[in-house]
C-alpha cells in the first residue's frame, strides 16, 4: 500500500512540475504589440513629414509632424526613422537653412525656434537613434551628424 501510495504521489510531483516548466513557456508575449490605426496615423505623418523635409525643406513642418505622432505613439515602427528627420530639421533649423524661416521676434517662436534649444534637440533626437535602435539604417549617418553638432556652429555666411 506504501509503495502504490509512494508511486501516485511521485506521478503526481513530476506531472505538475513538467506542467509548471510547459506553462512558463507559454508565456512568451510579443515585443512590441502595435495599434493598427495608431501605426497607420503615425505613418502618414512620417510620410508628409518626409516630403515636406526632402521636397520642400519645410524643417519646421517636419518637427510639428514629429512631436505630434512621438506625443502619441511613441512606439512606431518607424520611429528611428523619424528622430532622423527630426534630429536633421532641428539642427538646419539651427544653421538658419530651410525654406521656413524662424522669426526669433515672436515669443512663441523665440522659445520653440531658439537656435541653442534647437540644436539640443538635435542631438536629444539623434542620440535616441544609436542608443535605442542601433540596428538602425539611419545609426551611422545620426553618429555622424553628432560629431558636426558637438564640433560647434558653422560660421554664419
Request: proline share 4%.
Given at each position: 500500500?506504501?509503495?502504490?501510495?509512494?508511486?501516485?504521489?511521485?506521478?503526481?510531483?513530476?506531472?505538475?512540475?513538467?506542467?509548471a516548466?510547459?506553462?512558463?513557456?507559454?508565456?512568451?508575449?510579443?515585443?512590441?504589440?502595435?495599434?493598427?490605426?495608431?501605426?497607420?496615423?503615425?505613418?502618414?505623418?512620417?510620410?508628409?513629414?518626409?516630403?515636406?523635409?526632402?521636397?520642400?525643406?519645410?524643417?519646421?513642418?517636419?518637427?510639428?509632424?514629429?512631436?505630434e505622432?512621438?506625443?502619441?505613439?511613441?512606439?512606431?515602427?518607424?520611429?528611428?526613422?523619424?528622430?532622423?528627420?527630426?534630429?536633421?530639421?532641428?539642427?538646419?533649423?539651427?544653421?538658419?537653412?530651410?525654406?521656413?524661416?524662424?522669426?526669433?521676434?515672436?515669443?512663441?517662436?523665440?522659445?520653440?525656434?531658439?537656435?541653442?534649444?534647437?540644436?539640443?534637440?538635435?542631438?536629444?533626437?539623434?542620440s535616441?537613434?544609436?542608443?535605442?535602435?542601433?540596428?538602425?539604417?539611419?545609426?551611422?549617418?545620426?553618429?555622424?551628424?553628432?560629431?558636426?553638432?558637438?564640433?560647434?556652429?558653422?560660421?554664419?555666411?
Amino acid at each position: 500500500m506504501k509503495g502504490i501510495l509512494f508511486l501516485i504521489l511521485a506521478i503526481v510531483g513530476a506531472t505538475a512540475s513538467l506542467t509548471a516548466n510547459v506553462s512558463a513557456q507559454k508565456n512568451i508575449s510579443p515585443a512590441i504589440d502595435r495599434d493598427p490605426i495608431l501605426e497607420q496615423d503615425a505613418k502618414h505623418n512620417l510620410d508628409v513629414a518626409k516630403q515636406a523635409y526632402l521636397l520642400k525643406k519645410a524643417y519646421k513642418g517636419v518637427l510639428m509632424r514629429f512631436e505630434e505622432t512621438f506625443a502619441a505613439y511613441p512606439e512606431f515602427s518607424k520611429m528611428d526613422e523619424f528622430l532622423y528627420f527630426a534630429g536633421m530639421s532641428s539642427y538646419y533649423l539651427s544653421e538658419g537653412k530651410g525654406k521656413q524661416k524662424v522669426d526669433l521676434k515672436s515669443d512663441k517662436e523665440k522659445d520653440k525656434f531658439a537656435p541653442t534649444k534647437l540644436r539640443e534637440d538635435a542631438v536629444a533626437y539623434l542620440s535616441m537613434i544609436v542608443e535605442k535602435y542601433p540596428q538602425s539604417q539611419y545609426k551611422d549617418e545620426a553618429e555622424e551628424a553628432l560629431k558636426t553638432i558637438k564640433a560647434g556652429p558653422s560660421p554664419v555666411n
